[in-house]
């Protein structure tokens, strides 16, 4: 759970999805629902929900007496409780509790176009525009490492759940904004329902949570669904990011390190082509350390475009780069 139970709350404890699922149960309104953020909400409402059912009986019957006084005694017009199931009120509560089931209770989140299959996986997400789905621990550490030692950029990260409102609210804030910084920052979820050991493991305690990262580190962090100051911390940090470098697409060739170790330590010449080659995916990690260490860094420039499948260089390449 996101905190702890109350001491002095009662309410037997049972997995989330059993909590929801009594709710529907009782037929719960879906605007009450809507306000259950973390599992001692729906506890308190279950709780309530339950109380309020157990008094029902005798008030029903009591109605019932009154509107069948001048009737009968027997099964119809008997000690009922609350009248034909099929009424029209009935009828509608369950109309509306099946439109906003899938929202409330399904797995997915709200804010998303229906074409995109779901949350983005986080390879290229930031190149599309587009906010990847973190759905465990080592991914989430994964897409840190990745854009720490490869690319430089910013990573935000929103920690959501499906049946918050406030998440729903600024879903659609968020989702421009990945669109907006594409190829500048890099965007993902996590939902703290499915991901629980992600959002432990970053302290996560209400929803919507949002961190910013730099360099694998957090740089800011904020509760709430305030859309200014998440367009404010992420379009800053996208731009600091750039004023030390990003590095999306590039590398450092073994011809471009030796000529800046030629400038700033010739006894590291002969090495540049193997340091090149061993941080040829991590072009942000090496031109970091060298910036840390000799207060500036080596030149990049395009990383190549891998050799389209089927053509000649292709062949060449899964050959070992031997021709006939």
Not at 52 to 78: C, L, N, Q, V
Not at 293 to 311: C, D, V
Request: charged content about 25%; proline content about 6%.
């Amino acid at each position: 759970p996101l905190r702890p139970m109350a001491a002095d709350d009662t309410t037997p404890r049972m997995p989330l999805s059993e909590l929801k699922r009594a709710l529907k149960e009782l037929n719960v309104p879906a605007e009450r629902l809507a306000t259950c953020i973390e599992r001692p909400d729906y506890e308190a409402l279950l709780a309530e929900m339950r109380a309020k059912k157990s008094s029902e009986p005798a008030t029903g019957s009591a109605k019932t007496a009154d509107r069948d006084s001048g009737g009968g005694s027997g099964a119809r017009g008997g000690g009922g409780g609350g009248g034909s199931p099929f009424s029209l009120q009935n009828i509608l509560l369950v109309g509306v509790l099946a439109y906003y089931g899938s929202s409330l209770f399904g797995g997915g989140f709200g804010g998303l176009d229906d074409d995109e299959g779901g949350l983005a996986s986080s390879d290229g997400a930031h190149l599309l525009g587009r906010v990847a789905e973190l759905r465990t621990l080592e991914a989430f550490k994964g897409l840190l490492a990745q854009h720490r030692d490869e690319t430089g950029l910013p990573v935000v990260v929103d920690f959501y759940s499906p049946s918050c409102g406030p998440c729903r609210m600024v879903a659609p804030a968020y989702k421009a904004l990945a669109m907006e910084l594409k190829g500048r920052a890099a965007f993902a979820k996590v939902d703290v329902n499915r991901n629980h050991a992600t959002s432990s493991a970053c302290g996560v305690r209400s929803m919507p949570t949002f961190h910013f990262y730099l360099d694998g580190k957090l740089r800011d962090s904020f509760a709430g669904a305030d859309s200014r100051r998440l367009q404010r911390a992420a379009r800053d940090l996208a731009q600091r990011a750039e004023e030390g470098g990003t590095h999306v697409g590039r590398e450092v060739t073994a011809a471009s390190l030796a000529a800046f170790y030629a400038t700033h330590d010739a006894s590291k010449v002969p090495e540049a082509a193997e340091i090149a080659s061993q941080y040829k995916s991590s072009t942000a990690k090496l031109v970091r350390a060298l910036k840390k260490k000799y207060g500036q860094g080596p030149a990049t420039s395009p990383r190549p475009e891998p050799p389209a499948a089927g053509s000649a260089d292709a062949a060449v390449a899964a050959a070992g780069g031997r021709t006939a």
